[in-house]
């Protein structure tokens, strides 16, 4: 059996008196899609800001290819999080920067293209996030919101990462747009062969960008399956999440 | 007895709260001075911010230093006259500009500036999740935000004092000249000779110390902002605060340690 290529064991954060993770434990094997779905201040966010480094974990074990990142030495915690291309919910475009530099901002960062050929490198990424050369020159404050994720996307995977992060990547777009934008991310992740780990409260999303699921709960994974059986689940936590009913066991939480 | 035990929790948490500001401050500052000094470097970004910092400052500190040594001119003629010692206005005048107002003015300008909107720039960024993106993209927040704008801080605020010391003398003279019925010849002598080349430099290195202040308060404070509108206001209003306090609370050290024998 492989070794996965994201290893999460016991990972525990408490922001003052709330714990926010309460143990998480999760697999995800390489080139494949795992969706994390869960109600909102449920630690998604944290879950995968933890496995990038931005926030510092209070206990667990977060491995990539088997090596534990938290126990790694700077430099080495470095590399194993460099193979990772991240999309944020709200784009976070840089607005001081043209697109184009948006774009090849991690490529010139890593010195791998000189900044005379980043422009057209940048063009060539957008066009595979279907955005035609005249929007390179543009700042990201003159595109639409849909535009902006594709950028984003684009940004995400200009480097082509081994692992992509996608955090609520169809949040704020129309159904549409938000399948356009799926169909890119499964398509981007197929042609690089990435292991991906996604965020979610669209549940038609995650079963378009998903293999597998797991639903985040007070803390922990209280389920994991195949993401094509996640509105099918008996999982009395799963069932009322992904039909978003009001009565079941986490409105029980709420109350409590 | 309750009312003495709130009144001594509070007293803690304000003094607690203090070396928790001070704190953080020490080691951001000392971040951000070590990235200065390790690559990768961005010469780009230091100039962008000596032009943010620095040229755009220019009319603000220039209009400043202008109406300073003309309302100087006035004000020490007034005083002086009494004592039939109006001579003394051009040396009082270029000494003041050089030594004190032209450093702490224009400081002062350039926080409510430039300190104000690195901070709200650096806030958005980071409400915005900009900050953690720049990790991701394997670049060090504090080398590409933080360490060029301290660089371009200490380069900025020196030139933009000079160009303020020559309008500063140049608003006392005209007034001096124009009003007060000096000779150009007598005021320009004047002022030339009580001026030594340290009364300059003095202010000069007071202009290099309140230029890495602003921008370290406008980085630090737009750094660590939270919260969204809100967060990134009450970051540029503490920005320029805190810069305009350890502004003049600096001005009382160096001035100390320069002019005190």
Redesign the interface.
């Known amino acids: 059996m492989s070794i996965p290529k994201i290893r999460i064991r016991g990972l525990k954060k408490s922001f003052g008196e709330k714990k926010v993770l309460d143990g998480i434990d999760l697999d995800v094997m390489p080139g494949t899609g795992m969706v994390v779905i869960g109600g909102s201040g449920t630690g998604k966010s944290v879950l995968i ?1 933890s496995i ?3 926030v510092t974990p209070d206990a667990g074990v977060i491995e990539i290819d088997g090596e534990d990142v938290l126990k790694a030495s700077r430099g080495r915690a ?1 590399e194993l ?2 193979q ?3 999309l ?3 784009g ?5 920067l043209p697109v184009w530099e948006n774009v090849t ?2 490529l010139l ?2 010195k791998k293209i000189k900044r005379a050929a980043a422009r057209a490198k940048a063009v060539e990424v957008l066009a595979q996030v279907g955005l035609a050369d005249d929007v390179a020159g543009l700042s990201p404050s003159e595109l639409s919101g849909g535009m902006q994720k594709r950028v984003a996307l684009a ?1 995400a995977i200009a480097s082509e990462p081994a692992i992509m992060f996608f955090d609520e990547p169809t949040t704020g777009l129309d159904p549409i747009m938000g399948a356009v934008i799926d169909e890119l991310i499964v398509d981007c992740v197929k042609k690089l062969g990435s292991t991906s780990i996604s965020i979610t409260h669209d549940m038609a999303s995650a079963q378009r960008i998903g293999d597998r699921a797991a639903m985040l709960y007070e803390g922990r994974v209280c389920w994991t399956g195949p993401a094509g059986e996640l509105m099918t689940s008996t999982d009395p936590v799963v069932d009322q999440f992904t039909h978003g009913r009001s009565h079941g066991p986490i409105k029980m939480a709420l109350r409590r | 007895m309750k009312f003495l035990l709130n009144w001594v929790a509070a007293l803690g948490a304000l003094v607690l709260g203090t070396v928790e500001f001070v704190g953080e401050l020490g080691i951001f500052a000392a971040s951000g001075i070590s990235h200065i000094f390790r690559p990768p470097y961005y010469p780009r970004l230091i100039g962008r911010s000596v032009m943010e910092i620095g040229f755009y400052s220019l009319p603000v500190v220039a209009l400043t230093a202008l109406f300073t040594g003309m309302v100087l001119a006035l004000q020490s003629y007034t005083g002086f006259s009494r004592f039939n010692a109006e001579s003394a206005i051009a040396s009082i005048v270029v000494l003041s500009v050089t030594r004190e107002l032209g450093p702490v003015l224009a400081g002062l300008m350039v926080s409510g500036r430039a300190g104000a909107a690195m901070a709200a720039e650096l806030g958005t960024m980071r409400v915005t999740d900009q900050i953690d993106a720049l990790s991701t993209l394997s670049t060090e927040p504090m080398k590409y935000l933080v360490a060029p704008r301290l660089v371009a801080g200490v380069i900025a605020m020196p030139l933009l004092v000079l160009v303020a010391d020559v309008l500063g003398v140049m608003g006392g003279f005209l007034v001096s000249t124009e009003k007060l019925g000096f000779t150009p010849a007598t005021y320009l002598v004047s002022t030339f000779t009580n001026l030594k080349s340290e009364d300059v430099v003095s202010g000069l290195i007071k202009a290099a110390a309140f230029g890495f202040i602003i921008s370290l308060m406008g980085c630090f404070n737009g750094y660590r902002s939270k919260g969204g509108a809100q967060g990134v206001g009450a970051a540029t209003t503490s920005a320029v605060v805190t810069a305009s306090i350890l502004i003049l609370a600096v001005d009382y050290i160096l001035t100390q340690v320069l002019f005190v024998k």
């Open positions: 800001k990038l480094g931005l470095r999080r460099a990772i291309g991240m944020f919910q709200n976070a475009l840089f607005d001081s901002f991690g960062a890593k940004r």
